[in-house]
């Protein structure tokens, strides 16, 4: 009796250790769930779209950012990593981490947009009022309109994947698109956004329809269609919601939705931006990698150019550093993804391009009012386009415009003495080139 009673003790912690296994193995993962599982109701709608912009913050906090700044002539390397020398001397390997995190860290973004894009319309949920699912799928759209356009500005046509990616084949026999078809998609995705997408007066860290029609005005002018750019930065300039502040300081001193940011991608000490790192010296907790270059400290320090943008920098002598983020250690300082000075400037190119003069000359003396400097005296539409594109120069000297402005206006051989110009597009990830029979490399890599 008694190995019997031992043997059905053992038959027993036996058959739990395998249930228990089985119940192991069928679990879940918390933060990997299927989009199926996933968005369900109104609350795991809600989760995804916060989801979402937070992949996009991660691209957005360094990688992508480092790639429109120390890649052109502003700023130069001043650090010890590799990866960055690479960038600055515009000798990019297939595997460099700067460039791969950030491509691979966009698609991860548009992936997300893509699961909601697909599960959203399926619920019905009485705590989901057709307003509000309408606003999510909008601000999905739009998630997935500024990846493939910061994908295709950076990299050219890519692979358009508009399902989300369930299994390792997902993305198979998805071949790349050209830049055109990739700017199509993007296209249609911000008109998607622009029909489902409200506008309120306080929001600007979530997307709104004057958000979408604002990334639609740079979409055009990288299209350069240039009526078009015009119309719809004028939409957005019309909005009263945007105004430029006074001060040029106080639109990252006073960082928060301020009344000059049309989109912004907000952090907190508990979700730091982390590019400051990048910018400041070692006392103050930085790596002072990214420092602004002698040309731009000059413009900048130079009251016909600078005027009150020299507050962009700070430091004496050798140890001049940039402080648009300026919480420092803190990381709460948000990602400035369209200001309103831009869309100022995007149409004053346009205008300047269809030789309305005038008006490209007002919309950059507004700019230049701002920022304390004397209006343009240029009047040819050489000089004007010029002066416009110096103005871009230092208005966002440390954001994310100045290689992308110089490649999309076939500038970058003249300023920077990149003459070839298979390299004004970043090599596609070597790894995925490896792993992906439908990805080709970019030309040059």
């Known amino acids: 009796m008694k190995h019997k009673y031992i043997f059905t003790v053992h038959v027993m912690i036996l058959a739990l250790f395998f249930s228990s296994c089985k119940k192991y193995l069928e679990e879940f993962p918390n933060d990997a ?14 989760a995804a779209i916060i989801g979402a912009y937070d992949r996009v913050q991660g691209y957005q906090s360094a990688n992508y950012p480092t790639l429109g700044t120390i890649t052109a002539d502003n700023v130069i390397f001043n650090g010890t990593l590799s990866q960055y020398l690479q960038l600055d ?19 991860r973004a548009i992936n997300s947009a893509n699961s909601i894009i697909a599960a959203l319309p399926a619920i019905s949920d009485p705590l989901l ?18 990846g493939y356009f910061d994908l295709a500005r ?3 046509g890519v692979q358009l994947q508009l399902q989300p990616t369930i299994d390792i084949n997902a993305a198979k026999g998805i071949t790349r698109s050209t830049l055109q078809q990739t700017y199509d998609q993007v296209l249609s995705d911000i008109i998607e956004a622009e029909n489902l997408l409200p506008d309120d007066a306080t929001t600007r860290n979530r997307a709104q329809k004057s958000s979408a029609s604002a990334l639609r005005a740079r979409l055009h002018l990288y299209r350069k269609e240039w009526a078009l750019a015009e119309t719809y930065a004028s939409q957005v300039i019309a909005n009263t ?19 000059e940011s049309v989109f912004e991608l907000s952090y907190s000490v508990n979700d730091r931006n982390t590019f400051w790192n990048l910018w400041y010296l070692s006392s103050g907790g930085g790596q002072y990698t990214l420092k602004p270059s002698v040309a731009i400290i000059n413009k900048l320090n130079d009251p016909a150019t600078g005027g009150t943008r020299k507050t962009l920098i700070a430091g004496t002598g050798n140890n001049i ?31 300047a391009q269809q030789d309305k003069l005038p008006g490209a000359l007002a919309d ?32 966002f000297a440390f954001e994310a415009h100045r290689w992308f402005d110089l490649v999309r206006t076939e500038r970058a051989g003249a300023v920077l003495g990149i003459t070839d110009q298979r390299f004004w597009l970043f090599p ?3 790894a995925d080139v490896l792993s992906d029979p439908d990805v080709d490399q970019n030309p040059g890599y």
């Open 33 to 46: 769930l299927s989009s199926e599982r996933a968005i369900v109701d109104a609350g795991s709608a809600r």
């Open 89 to 107: 001397q515009n000798a990019i390997p297939a595997d460099n981490v700067t460039t791969v995190a950030a491509y691979q860290g966009i698609y």
């Open 129 to 146: 009022s057709t307003e509000e699912k309408d606003k999510i799928l909008g601000e999905a759209y739009f998630i997935r309109a500024l």
């Open 154 to 156: 950076g990299w050219g």
């Open 241 to 259: 919601k945007y105004v430029l502040i006074p001060v040029y300081k106080n639109f990252f001193t006073t960082p928060f939705n301020t009344t």
């Open 321 to 351: 550093y940039g402080v648009l983020y300026n919480s420092s250690a803190t990381g709460a300082d948000p990602s400035y993804v369209i200001r309103i000075a831009e869309l100022y400037l995007i149409r004053a190119e346009a205008r």
């Open 364 to 395: 950059l003396n507004e700019i230049r009012r701002r920022a304390g400097v004397p209006a343009a005296t240029a009047s040819a539409k050489p000089e004007i386009l010029l002066a416009i594109e110096n103005e871009n120069a230092v208005e």
């Open 428 to 430: 596609i990830p070597l």
